[in-house]
């Protein structure tokens, strides 16, 4: 699908993730590699020692060890890109590799940047998570800021370096030339943040933490309930998209004669706006609702609340744990799972193909190679072809620059809320043009919620919406009217992608699906973006994010151990599939390129088969080790100490209405070095541990963990996070503050990486909207203004774009079709 393209892998544990999505792709993925073969033992390991994630994101490669720098340049001279993963201030020089080849696309992947004043810091996946506000908004409020169990911040990182590296590549294939992809970690992460740090920046209070549920000023809105069994996520929220969902829901409740006739009653969609405007009653009444809801799921397995759930339309979907998901009959049904044949493991079932093309299938992947299998071939074979093309266009004198990845590639967006939406604005940001289209009365969800800018919380002003949708046209068409239809199908003849997320099954409704479209348009890529894909007994669940995030197995693994699962922040899956996205489209768009016909494709993508992969290490802990994998709170099987520790507040505002003080401070050691480090520290400062612990390695201190977490406390009690988190790094020990909103947009950081952008806003003059989570040297994204209006280039589009004069936009104003 994605062309040829050779790629050197020079990443561990925190840049993998890019080269196990591009080699999914297609691209020829060549594992450097030392005589040791460093990285096979990380973390969870295989019965033979083999590191459980290193098995996940190494197959397919080819393996080849090298002994010198001589000979990397030398296999870099014939590569289309490289990618690494540098210790702080380590990494390979751009300017070296250009030297040896121009055409190289360098990605570096670090934890706060390759610049900046944070740029050599020491950091782990705890420290990034506080880094990027997205501990801050994880877990209880009467405990610590959370991470997920299952280390997530270098999975987003390799993810966003993939993004990255194939916008550079195509960039590349237009130019000539390559480019540096600068990914860092903290701002990849930020991505689950979304939306409740670029509130305080935007004037309007942030999100906070509050488990299992999120908060709205101080209403718990509460996600998740007791099973008989375990537990399940229900969406219990109000208003015009949810609130017949959520009266759905209390119909069954009063019928299972768990409330009285009054409750069931409510007017759900208004009810949002009454715990406002009746606090004497409402709340109260939110209060009946969970109690009902929670005697409802109490008296019922998983299964059979699912089971009713399907039938009667509800947003209600069961807590999995990684170790269940092999057993999910819908998984199963679309030959999702791959079966591979281990020398030393036996059969290993792993997450398979995350994407289904109508014509180019993902590359079948296999197992990971042996140590240097492949170095005598990856010496002896020619460079790159793909390289002499590129030799062709610097001969003839291209700039670097020009044209951008994506310049003069259109783009056709229905797709509400995160993912999709999140997808298309990166595709906007490098030059396509993209054309949002929604219903002049039903519009897209995100309108709704996510915070008013200037207290406006009007459909236009809709913080979220502004910053997922920024750079792109606005334009209302109904398409439940024949007339809107038809102005749509002349769009989709215009467009080289169409992006949908509606539920599977609703184009073809309409008239207007694959096939019909794929006739006015043989070249036109559609992707389709749905929580289970396109088939299967789940196909048509309705539902967002949270819920494929409880079904994927992230709330099992967010939370305490002895407490029911926090959950992650939100739509979690929405944060993790548009890395896959964007990567899949400009495969298709490869693939398009190279068949004699210039055809496009169907791409049925299931944000859930995508998910898993992000929990592929603990799938495999149950299927190569029987072993079950669960929430540990910001424990460690391997680390010690690993944990946020309460600071002094110093001298933060707590009447402070857009971010309370939050003062803690995420503490790791992940080496032995770094251990001694600390403890002279706290010896210096005259907070000593006990004086066995000093000389401890990892097991002893995970087995004295109990004493290490008192002596750190008491130390980081007496000084601020700043202050805390200063001396620490002085010392080369990973820690970072943990960071809400605010402290994000102050962060200096995030600043020099030009993270937060003041843009142009349609009603309200100026918005701030987050950057695109990479850089690229040669092809910088450009993000002028915020997401449109409602249906603000409307004259512009049907116009300019579709050649429409003005008796044919009137009828389609007459027929309704525009609003």
């Given at each position: 699908?994605?062309?040829?393209?050779?790629?050197?892998?020079?990443?561990?544990?925190?840049?993998?993730?890019?080269?196990?999505i591009l080699g999914s792709l297609g691209a020829d993925v060549v594992l450097i590699e030392?005589?040791?073969?460093?990285?096979?033992?990380?973390?969870?390991?295989?019965?033979?020692?083999?590191?459980?994630?290193?098995?996940?994101?190494?197959?397919?490669?080819?393996?080849?060890?090298?002994?010198?720098?001589?000979?990397?340049?030398?296999?870099?001279?014939?590569?289309?890109?490289?990618?690494?993963?540098?210790?702080?201030?380590?990494?390979?020089?751009?300017?070296?590799?250009?030297?040896?080849?121009?055409?190289?696309?360098?990605?570096?992947?670090?934890?706060?940047?390759?610049?900046?004043?944070?740029?050599?810091?020491?950091?782990?996946?705890?420290?990034?998570?506080?880094?990027?506000?997205?501990?801050?908004?994880?877990?209880?409020?009467?405990?610590?800021?959370?991470?997920?169990?299952?280390?997530?911040?270098?999975?987003?990182?390799?993810?966003?370096?993939?993004?990255?590296?194939?916008?550079?590549?195509?960039?590349?294939?237009?130019?000539?030339?390559?480019?540096?992809?600068?990914?860092?970690?903290?701002?990849?992460?930020?991505?689950?943040?979304?939306?409740?740090?670029?509130?305080a920046p935007n004037g309007y209070p942030s999100a906070r933490r509050t488990s299992g549920?999120?908060?709205?000023?101080?209403?718990?809105?509460?996600?998740?309930?007791?099973?008989?069994?375990?537990?399940?996520?229900?969406?219990?929220?109000?208003?015009?998209?949810?609130?017949?969902?959520?009266?759905?829901?209390?119909?069954?409740?009063?019928?299972?004669?768990?409330?009285?006739d009054e409750l069931a009653a409510l007017d759900w969609v208004d009810f949002g706006m009454?715990?406002?405007?009746?606090?004497?009653?409402?709340?109260?009444?939110?209060?009946?609702?969970?109690?009902?809801?929670?005697?409802?799921?109490?008296?019922?397995?998983?299964?059979?609340?699912?089971?009713?759930?399907?039938?009667?339309?509800?947003?209600?979907?069961?807590?999995?744990?990684?170790?269940?998901?092999?057993?999910?009959?819908?998984?199963?049904?679309?030959?999702?799972?791959?079966?591979?044949?281990?020398?030393?493991?036996?059969?290993?079932?792993?997450?398979?193909?995350?994407?289904?093309?109508?014509?180019?299938?993902?590359?079948?992947?296999?197992?990971?190679?042996?140590?240097?299998?492949?170095?005598?071939?990856?010496?002896?074979?020619?460079?790159?072809?793909?390289?002499?093309?590129?030799?062709?266009?610097?001969?003839?004198?291209?700039?670097?620059?020009?044209?951008?990845?994506?310049?003069?590639?259109?783009?056709?967006?229905?797709?509400?809320?995160?993912?999709?939406?999140?997808?298309?604005?990166?595709?906007?940001?490098?030059?396509?043009?993209?054309?949002?289209?929604?219903?002049?009365?039903?519009?897209?969800?995100?309108?709704?919620?996510?915070?008013?800018?200037?207290?406006?919380?009007?459909?236009?002003?809709?913080?979220?919406?502004?910053?997922?949708?920024?750079?792109?046209?606005?334009?209302?068409?109904?398409?439940?009217?024949?007339?809107?239809?038809?102005?749509?199908?002349?769009?989709?003849?215009?467009?080289?992608?169409?992006?949908?997320?509606?539920?599977?099954?609703?184009?073809?409704?309409?008239?207007?699906?694959?096939?019909?479209?794929?006739?006015?348009?043989?070249?036109?890529?559609?992707?389709?973006?749905?929580?289970?894909?396109?088939?299967?007994?789940?196909?048509?669940?309705?539902?967002?994010?949270?819920?494929?995030?409880?079904?994927?197995?992230?709330?099992?693994?967010?939370?305490?151990?002895?407490?029911?699962?926090?959950?992650?922040?939100?739509?979690?899956?929405?944060?993790?599939?548009?890395?896959?996205?964007?990567?899949?489209?400009?495969?298709?768009?490869?693939?398009?390129?190279?068949?004699?016909?210039?055809?496009?494709?169907?791409?049925?993508?299931?944000?859930?088969?995508?998910?898993?992969?992000?929990?592929?290490?603990?799938?495999?802990?149950?299927?190569?080790?029987?072993?079950?994998?669960?929430?540990?709170?910001?424990?460690?099987?391997?680390?010690?100490?690993?944990?946020?520790?309460?600071?002094?507040?110093?001298?933060?505002?707590?009447?402070?209405?857009?971010?309370?003080?939050?003062?803690?401070?995420?503490?790791?050691?992940?080496?032995?070095?770094?251990?001694?480090?600390?403890?002279?520290?706290?010896?210096?400062?005259?907070?000593?541990?006990?004086?066995?612990?000093?000389?401890?390695?990892?097991?002893?201190?995970?087995?004295?963990?109990?004493?290490?977490?008192?002596?750190?406390?008491?130390?980081?009690?007496?000084?601020?996070?700043?202050?805390?988190?200063?001396?620490?790094?002085?010392?080369?020990?990973?820690?970072?503050?943990?960071?809400?909103?605010?402290?994000?947009?102050?962060?200096?950081?995030?600043?020099?990486?030009?993270?937060?952008?003041?843009?142009?806003?349609?009603?309200?003059?100026?918005?701030?909207?987050?950057?695109?989570?990479?850089?690229?040297?040669?092809?910088?994204?450009?993000?002028?203004?915020?997401?449109?209006?409602?249906?603000?280039?409307?004259?512009?589009?049907?116009?300019?774009?579709?050649?429409?004069?003005?008796?044919?936009?009137?009828?389609?104003?007459?027929?309704?079709?525009?609003?």
């Amino acid at each position: 699908m994605l062309k040829p393209y050779r790629v050197l892998d020079l990443t561990d544990h925190r840049g993998a993730m890019c080269t196990s999505i591009l080699g999914s792709l297609g691209a020829d993925v060549v594992l450097i590699e030392g005589p040791d073969g460093r990285g096979r033992d990380h973390r969870q390991q295989g019965p033979d020692g083999t590191s459980l994630g290193w098995w996940n994101l190494r197959r397919g490669a080819q393996s080849c060890v090298i002994d010198d720098r001589s000979e990397l340049l030398e296999l870099a001279a014939g590569a289309d890109a490289l990618i690494e993963s540098p210790d702080p201030g380590l990494g390979l020089d751009y300017d070296e590799l250009r030297a040896v080849n121009p055409g190289l696309v360098h990605t570096t992947v670090t934890a706060f940047g390759s610049t900046g004043p944070k740029a050599r810091w020491a950091a782990s996946d705890l420290t990034i998570a506080a880094a990027a506000c997205s501990a801050a908004i994880t877990g209880d409020t009467d405990r610590a800021p959370l991470r997920i169990t299952a280390p997530q911040s270098w999975l987003h990182a390799g993810s966003h370096a993939a993004v990255g590296t194939s916008l550079a590549l195509r960039q590349r294939d237009r130019s000539g030339y390559g480019q540096h992809v600068d990914i860092s970690a903290q701002q990849a992460l930020m991505q689950i943040a979304f939306p409740g740090h670029v509130h305080a920046p935007n004037g309007y209070p942030s999100a906070r933490r509050t488990s299992g549920g999120i908060l709205i000023l101080n209403f718990h809105l509460q996600f998740v309930y007791p099973a008989q069994d375990g537990y399940v996520s229900i969406t219990l929220l109000f208003g015009d998209t949810i609130g017949r969902f959520t009266a759905r829901l209390m119909d069954w409740v009063h019928e299972a004669g768990c409330c009285d006739d009054e409750l069931a009653a409510l007017d759900w969609v208004d009810f949002g706006m009454r715990l406002f405007t009746e606090p004497d009653s409402a709340p109260a009444q939110l209060e009946l609702t969970k109690a009902a809801i929670t005697c409802l799921t109490s008296s019922h397995t998983r299964a059979e609340l699912f089971a009713e759930a399907q039938k009667r339309e509800l947003l209600l979907a069961p807590v999995y744990s990684p170790a269940e998901l092999t057993g999910v009959q819908h998984f199963n049904e679309r030959g999702y799972w791959d079966t591979i044949d281990d020398p030393a493991w036996g059969s290993v079932v792993t997450p398979g193909a995350w994407c289904k093309p109508s014509r180019t299938p993902l590359r079948s992947l296999g197992g990971p190679p042996e140590l240097g299998a492949h170095t005598e071939a990856v010496r002896t074979m020619p460079r790159s072809a793909l390289l002499d093309a590129a030799q062709a266009l610097r001969d003839a004198n291209r700039d670097p620059a020009a044209p951008r990845p994506l310049d003069g590639i259109k783009v056709l967006d229905t797709s509400w809320v995160y993912a999709g939406p999140f997808t298309t604005r990166v595709l906007a940001d490098f030059g396509a043009t993209v054309i949002k289209v929604e219903g002049p009365a039903r519009f897209d969800a995100a309108r709704g919620s996510g915070g008013g800018l200037r207290g406006d919380m009007g459909p236009d002003a809709s913080i979220q919406y502004g910053t997922l949708n920024a750079g792109k046209l606005g334009v209302t068409l109904d398409l439940n009217v024949p007339e809107g239809r038809d102005a749509f199908c002349d769009l989709t003849e215009w467009a080289d992608i169409y992006v949908e997320s509606y539920t599977p099954g609703t184009l073809d409704d309409w008239g207007i699906g694959w096939e019909t479209l794929s006739k006015r348009n043989p070249s036109l890529i559609l992707l389709s973006t749905s929580l289970m894909g396109q088939t299967g007994p789940l196909a048509t669940f309705a539902g967002f994010g949270n819920l494929a995030g409880a079904i994927t197995g992230f709330y099992e693994m967010t939370g305490w151990p002895d407490r029911a699962p926090a959950g992650p922040f939100l739509a979690y899956t929405d944060y993790v599939t548009p890395q896959y996205m964007v990567p899949l489209l400009m495969a298709a768009l490869d693939a398009r390129d190279a068949d004699p016909e210039g055809r496009g494709q169907h791409l049925d993508f299931a944000q859930a088969e995508a998910a898993v992969h992000f929990l592929a290490t603990e799938v495999l802990e149950n299927t190569v080790n029987g072993a079950a994998a669960t929430r540990m709170g910001n424990a460690d099987a391997f680390m010690c100490p690993h944990a946020m520790y309460p600071c002094d507040p110093g001298d933060a505002d707590p009447d402070n209405p857009l971010e309370p003080p939050d003062p803690w401070i995420a503490v790791v050691c992940e080496t032995e070095h770094q251990w001694e480090s600390l403890c002279r520290l706290l010896e210096a400062d005259g907070q000593p541990a006990p004086p066995e612990l000093g000389g401890l390695n990892a097991a002893g201190r995970l087995a004295r963990n109990t004493e290490i977490d008192a002596a750190i406390a008491a130390w980081a009690a007496g000084r601020t996070p700043a202050a805390a988190e200063a001396a620490l790094q002085a010392v080369g020990v990973p820690a970072h503050a943990n960071q809400n909103g605010l402290g994000c947009f102050a962060d200096p950081q995030l600043i020099h990486r030009g993270h937060w952008m003041d843009v142009e806003h349609p009603v309200h003059d100026r918005m701030i909207v987050e950057a695109p989570k990479l850089q690229l040297s040669a092809s910088p994204h450009v993000v002028a203004r915020s997401g449109p209006s409602l249906g603000e280039h409307n004259d512009l589009v049907l116009r300019n774009v579709l050649g429409y004069d003005d008796d044919r936009i009137v009828e389609l104003a007459v027929a309704g079709a525009i609003g």
